[in-house]
């Protein structure tokens, strides 16, 4: 059983920057896709950003130009870097595989992200 392991939260003031770290049981996003996800309280978990097995790369509109996603080479950690964050990106953020509206693996148990001045 794949374990992730999201880690790198904390609290910033607007405009500021974190690093989200994935570290997963095994070089599973060479066979998968990773993606990063959150949930803000009161709402659904959403998806933010994906990256495929050859390295293509999408983001939800809300966070495009302000996240990048990537992974190390041995595709065994994933990376969510988030510039620019605003108080609407206060959210729990874990990473899975994306399986269409479903994802692979277990959740993880997140990371706190919260933008506050």
């Known amino acids: 059983q794949v374990q992730l392991v999201e880690s790198g939260g904390g609290l910033v003031q607007p405009g500021g920057s974190l690093r989200l770290s994935c570290a997963a049981s095994g070089s599973v996003f060479s066979i998968v896709a990773m993606g990063w996800y959150r949930q803000a309280p009161g709402k659904d978990r959403e998806l933010v950003a994906t990256?495929?097995?050859?390295?293509?790369?999408d983001y939800a509109d809300s966070v495009k130009g302000r996240f990048t996603i990537f992974r190390n080479n041995a595709k065994t950690t994933g990376y969510l870097q988030m510039n620019n964050l605003k108080p609407e990106d206060t959210a729990v953020y874990f990473c899975?595989?994306?399986?269409?509206?479903?994802?692979?693996?277990?959740w993880g148990q997140g990371t706190q992200v919260t933008v506050s001045s």
């Open positions: 990256i495929t097995t050859s390295g293509s790369t």
């Open positions: 899975n595989a994306p399986r269409g509206r479903l994802v692979h693996f277990s």
